[in-house]
Each structure stands twice: as C-alpha cells, then as structure tokens.
C-alpha cells in the first residue's frame, strides 16, 4: 500500500520563504507530484520529481530523495494568493494512479 | 493545452435520484481518466480508473454498480451517480492522462449536493 504523510497546516509570512515536507512509504514508485488547491477547486499541477535532486520552477522548487522517501515543495517570495492547500501525490510503480497525501493548508500572512 | 472540462460544475438533486457527470479532454486525447471524491477539509481519494473501451478499475469500498462510469472515447468519460443519498455529497473531479505521459490534468470538480 501506500502511505503519505505531510503537514496538516502552515503559517508563513508575505515576502518569506516556506518549506512544505513529504514523506512517503508506498509499494512502487513512479514519480512525485505537487499540486495546489484553492478551496472549492480542482488541483493545478506544479511540479513532478522522479529523479533524486532538485526541481526549480520559477518561485517553486521541489526535491526528492527516494531513498529516505522524502520530497519537499519550496516556495520564494511569498504571496498572499499562495494560500491553498499543497497536496503530495505519489504515483506507484507500474500504475499511472495517485495516491494523495491530506494536504498542508498554507496561510499566507501580511 | 491540456485542459481538461466538467460538466455540471454544481449540482443539487433529491434523494433516490441518478446524477451524471461529464469530463472531457478538450485538446488532447485521454488514454486513462481518473475519478475522484473529495469531502470537506480531506484529500483527494481516488474511485475509480477507467480507459477507453474497457470497463473501470474500482477502487476498493467503491461500489461499482452505484458509481457507473463510462469512457466511451478518447475525449469523454462520464461517472453516473445512481440512486443518489445525502452522503454522496461530496466534491468530484476528473483528471485524464495523455498517452506516454505522467501527469494528470485536472477538471474543475463538480459539487455535488443530495437533499
């Protein structure tokens, strides 16, 4: 089966950088996701590890070390529009389905 | 591109009665559809896999002959809530992955209300 944990909920201030953790027990492994979700919408895709390392996208990053069965979402600059959920996804090994972890609600303060 | 449409985005129905959705990949062909559930302040859980022509993967505790689906292309795939109670209130979404690609491209959602 598959098993993925991450925080239930964030504070961070506008301007500042946040650190989102993952981490995952699963069966197979075929790739990482991040998505965001405003409340009462469907999830935007941001980033995809599959590698071990570092991802950058802009005010975005995303690691992985599949090793340890971690990953963390990095986010710059800090809006207050980046209030929203951050779901972890993890994609088994052979299979194109994802398995969701609870999501970490971000709050973006002044 | 990669923009994924459902149809309705909200609807209200009475109890017992049947509720479909549809979601549809408006630009590119969708080898596999995802649906999914969604209730208030959980994650995502996944119901069901369904590919084109072939009958839906269900998830385990997803009742198949109450969640109906059907991916009659490429483009379309339709989840048929059947004799519809209050506690199949809930948030739904599709996703659809492209042939030789990873990701899922989400639709909207459409929220469901049973009275």
């Known amino acids: 089966g598959q098993n993925i944990d991450q925080p239930t909920e964030m504070t961070a201030t506008e301007g500042a950088i946040v650190q989102i953790n993952c981490t995952y027990q699963t069966s197979g492994f075929n790739g990482l996701f991040w998505y965001q979700q405003h409340a009462g919408e469907a999830p935007t895709f941001l980033s995809y590890n599959v590698l071990d390392g570092l991802e950058e996208k802009g005010r975005f990053s995303s690691f992985l070390s599949r090793s340890k069965g971690y990953s963390y979402l990095l986010l710059k600059e800090l809006q207050m529009k980046d209030s929203a959920s951050y779901l972890c996804a993890v994609s088994g090994a052979g299979s194109y389905q994802l398995t969701f972890g609870k999501g970490t609600k971000l709050s973006v303060i002044p | 591109g990669a923009v994924v449409s459902q149809h309705p985005s909200r609807v209200i129905c009475k109890s017992g009665t049947s509720v479909k959705i549809e979601c549809r990949s408006l630009?590119?062909?969708?080898?596999?559809m995802f649906w999914y559930r969604q209730f208030p302040k959980q994650s995502l859980m996944l119901m069901a896999t369904s590919n084109e022509g072939s009958k839906a993967t269900y998830e385990q505790g997803v009742e198949k002959d109450k969640f109906l689906i059907n991916h009659a292309s490429l483009t379309l795939s339709t989840l048929t809530v059947t004799s519809a109670h209050p506690e199949d209130s809930s948030f739904y979404i599709c996703?659809?992955?492209?042939?030789?690609?990873?990701?899922?491209?989400f639709g909207p959602g459409t929220r469901l209300t049973v009275l």
């Open positions: 996703s659809a992955r492209r042939g030789g690609g990873s990701e899922q491209f």
């Open positions: 630009d590119f062909q969708a080898t596999t």
